[in-house]
């Protein structure tokens, strides 16, 4: 009679299964998303400062990185500035692209014999 009684408290369904499944993966993944960002900013700054570029990290108030990774301690970045004589045309437009979107919160500017192009949003 026990054995019965231990066997029928611990049964579920499979719909709870998959109820239980879904609220544990959705947020675990927007989590993965948000430090798959970070990990990629991370990743960018390195290259942004191999290769001779400036980033101004700062406590400016008014330049936050986005809520969802400053939740897990994300700085944001003031200022990006890229030397435009490096690279070819279509390659600084790529690394513009690809940095705006991992920086949304900064101002990105170029530089070009010292002419500074400011990138807008």
């Not at 879904?22 to 960002?37: D, M, T």
């Amino acid at each position: 009679m026990i054995s019965a009684l231990r066997r029928s408290s611990f049964r579920f369904s499979l719909r709870t299964l998959f109820a239980v499944f879904l609220v544990l993966a959705l947020p675990l993944g927007w989590i993965g998303v948000q430090l798959k960002w970070i990990r990629d900013r991370n990743e960018a700054r390195a290259w942004i400062r191999h290769h001779g570029y400036l980033t101004f990290d700062g406590p400016d108030p008014y330049k936050k990185a986005p809520l969802s990774i400053d939740l897990f301690g994300e700085q944001g970045v003031v200022h990006i500035e890229l030397d435009a004589e490096s690279f070819p045309p279509e390659e600084l437009q790529t690394r513009v692209v690809q940095i705006k979107r991992l920086f949304p919160e900064t101002q990105l500017s170029t530089r070009t014999k010292n002419v500074i192009l400011q990138w807008s949003r």
